[in-house]
């Protein structure tokens, strides 16, 4: 049987309640604290610790109080939270689950020290940990989907509880069909809600798409939106647009990262160091979206760059003898077809 470790960090000497610093209880409009509120990310490999990072840094930037003012939210986005949902908790204590100690290692050391109540538990069995949880996030690779939640003491642990997938290709159905109960009963007790945030998340400027099945209740609604929404920008989906919104919110960061990278090396040969090409380069993108997102089509971002017998021009051209656009269409489109491939690998098992 392997070992299971638990890690608590505690962040200053204050009294802790069910091991939350009572700082960080969430206080109701009249200021009476309400119940600890947990949430566990079971497969918290580099996605899971992204939003435990990004969460954890929100919180922090809004104290006890978890005010959320502060969210990004353009004028297009369907849905975005300013303020946390009055009504219902939001989480003031976390659980990272992992298999291995290596990896409890790689999420201690980027957690620091958090100003807040974290729990890391490695091992092969998260039930015991994911007992104590509100919510969990799903953070294995499709894959692992059936060894995650497969066995009936994690099923168990996650009756009528909020469980939001982060897993690519992977649909609600899928998952209620491996969270249903092996003697027959065929209504499943746990809300699935699907999300699909990107790595972005540690920086709190996640893209993320969330589809939530007809039905969801508005209190579970309001809190997703508030947990995704203090890390970036939230948008809600339906079923049929899912894989292609994971290709463009959560592989693109790649395609951009691949864009940087061409032009950092243009720049090291044009005699630039990398590290000062590095901040230019990734500037010059985060100004250019940030136009995009301010209203700009990209086309007037270009035409207003591109002066006649200019130099961008002679660049754009360049560019375009690669056929840029097409061939980032068709990455897209190639991502999009690999999602829908992950989902159905899984289903083959
Ligand atoms: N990476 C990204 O940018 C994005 C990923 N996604 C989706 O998010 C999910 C996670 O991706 P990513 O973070 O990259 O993957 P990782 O491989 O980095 O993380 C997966 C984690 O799941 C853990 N795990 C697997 N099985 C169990 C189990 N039975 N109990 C507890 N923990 C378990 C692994 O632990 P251990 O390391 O110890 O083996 C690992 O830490 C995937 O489904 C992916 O499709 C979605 C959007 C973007
Ligand atoms: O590439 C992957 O498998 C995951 C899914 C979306 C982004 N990363």
Redesign the pocket.
Known sequence: MPKEFHYHYKIDNSTFLRGVPMASLHRSAQGVPTAPHTLAI???????TAILLGVLASIRAHGDSLDENETVSPANAVATQKSPPSSSPTPNNFIA????A??AARITKALGTPPCNVTIH?G?D?APSLLDADIIIL????I?LH??LGNDTIKAALHGKLVIS???GVTISDIESVLGWQDGKSYVPTTVIRA????ASVVRQSMTVIEAPGGTSARTLRMVDWLFSSIGIVQHIPASKFDTC?ALC?STPAFFALFLEGLIDGAVALGLTRSEAQIMAAQAMKGSAELVLAGDHPTKVKEEITTPGGSTIRGVLKLEQGNLRAVVAGALIECKTAAEG?GARNREK
């Open positions: 079971l497969g918290c490999g580099a996605l899971g689950c992992v298999r291995t290596v990896s490695h092969h998260s953070g294995c690779q499709p692992d060894s995650c982060l897993l690519a699909m945030p990107n790595t994971t959560a992950l």
